[in-house]
């Protein structure tokens, strides 16, 4: 079928909007109707030829919502009139992981999704002859796509697609690094460096998990009131700090008359190589946990002084929030629906696919939180 999509032709170059072919599903798997998709930094990354598994052309996006058209042979999980939730993350629940019950990052088709293509090594989309990869296993940046079954969360059919759509990626990512990864308790402290679309879901995660003290660190001081809504009591922007701002958070968060200092829990949603290092540096002598979410480029590696570690800070991280898709998407699209958590003010610009390049710009100016493309 033709399809309409925003093909990444070359890296570090603009999406371009034009009819695509869609190959059915095949066993296992399922042709949906993608209804809205989120822009997610990691999509920019990719696009700007960072990633080392940056193929092109292709299309990107992974944080969709829309609807079952099709299944094909042997689909028993979802049919036809189904609201789904796309998972970049499937949860096969039968491979070495998955029953392991120690990770969310299910291994069944992680191979084949890092090279562009379906289970079975052959992708679905085209152009004439010339195969087009798929992103993440998701490929939303297209009105329809096929995904496999066990890459696919069923939800409930009330939950408007224009908002959920960014639970596939920003809000269970934030807001699970802090529940599923950190595990944080009541009264903690904590230090969120980058507050973007994902640092403002670790936020409202913290707030939902009874954090005490939650500092939001970022470059942009419009970040701050966004901070506010979403349960930060305190802001710091690196440039009034001066060179070093691990001591300044480390003093920040002494409290109860403890002589040393730094956060119970920091996270890093930056992505920025040096920011990951205080925020491990910022956080608690004995016990801080450290977790990096952001995606850093090809041939950037983090270091520090392996005292830091010694002396009982632990450095972790997390993809997806540690969130397994098919258990815990629908379960969040819930916690939406009932008015626990917020989605709406986050998601700043929608728009058409025709202006995706737009969104794009929006958050390279910092001057949006999530655009969301409407199909
Ligand atoms: P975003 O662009 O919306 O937000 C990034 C924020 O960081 C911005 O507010 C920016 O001003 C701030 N920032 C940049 N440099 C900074 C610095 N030096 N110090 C403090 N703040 C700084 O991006 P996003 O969508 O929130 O994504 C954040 C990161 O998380 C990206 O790297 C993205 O690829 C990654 N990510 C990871 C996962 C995962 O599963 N691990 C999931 C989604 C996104
Ligand atoms: N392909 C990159 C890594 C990109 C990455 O870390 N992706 C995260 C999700 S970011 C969503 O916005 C992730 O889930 N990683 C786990 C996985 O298996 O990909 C690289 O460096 O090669
Ligand atoms: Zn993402």
Sequence with gaps: MDVRAAVAIQAGKPLEVMTVQLEGPRAGEVLVE??????????????????????????????GAGIVVD?????????????????????????????????????SIRATQGQGVMPDGTSRFSIGKDKIHHYMGCSTFSNYTVLPEIALAKINPD??????????????TG????????????????????????GLNVLQGLRLAGADMIIGVDINND????????????????????????????????????????????????????VMRQALEASHRGWGKSVIIGVAGAGQEISTRPFQLVTGRNWMGTAFGGA????????????????????????????????????????????????????
């Design 34 to 63: 993608v209804k809205a998709t989120g822009i997610c930094h990691t999509d920019d990354f990719t696009l700007s030829g960072a990633d080392p598994e940056g193929l092109f052309p292709a299309i990107l996006g992974h944080e």
């Design 71 to 107: 299944v094909g042979p042997g689909v028993t999980s979802v049919k036809k009139g189904d609201h789904v939730i796309p998972l970049y993350t499937p949860e096969c629940r039968e491979c070495y992981s998955c029953t392991s019950r120690k990770t969310n990052l299910c291994t």
């Design 159 to 172: 939950a408007p697609f224009d908002k959920v759509c960014y639970i596939g990626c920003g809000v269970t």
């Design 175 to 198: 807001i699970g690094a802090v529940i599923n990864t950190a595990k944080v308790e009541i009264g903690s402290t904590a230090i969120v460096f980058g507050l973007g679309g994902i």
């Design 223 to 274: 970040r701050k009131a966004w901070g506010e809504k979403f349960g930060m009591t305190h802001f710091v922007n690196p440039k009034d700090v001066g060179d070093d701002i691990v001591p300044y958070l480390v003093n920040m968060t002494k409290r109860n008359g403890d002589l040393i200092g730094g956060a119970d829990y920091t996270f890093d949603c930056t992505g920025n190589t040096k």
């Design 324 to 375: 397994r898709g098919r258990t815990d998407v629908p379960k969040i699209v819930d916690w939406y629906m009932e008015g626990k958590i917020q989605i709406d003010p986050m998601i700043t610009h929608v728009m058409p696919l025709e202006d995706i390049n737009k969104g794009f710009e929006l958050m390279h100016k910092g001057e949006s939180i999530r655009g969301v493309v409407v199909y």
